[in-house]
């Protein structure tokens, strides 16, 4: 028998997890783009930064909505 926790999400829950993750994705690409059009090296690492944090973002919205 599984346990509550073990189903996966269903309906809204799922689907705000998965939006959360097309944003997060989306934030990932705009933080690399906006580093790739800057000069300044602290820019790039601010955006770097940005990038990764999204890039975390995605990983927990995406085990969200298994």
Known sequence: MTEPHDRPPSGLPRTM???GMALAAFGVFTCGWLAMRTDDW???AAYTLLAVGAAMAASAFSRRAR
Do not use: N, W
């Open 42 to 44: 602290r820019r790039m």
């Open 17 to 19: 997890a998965r939006l």
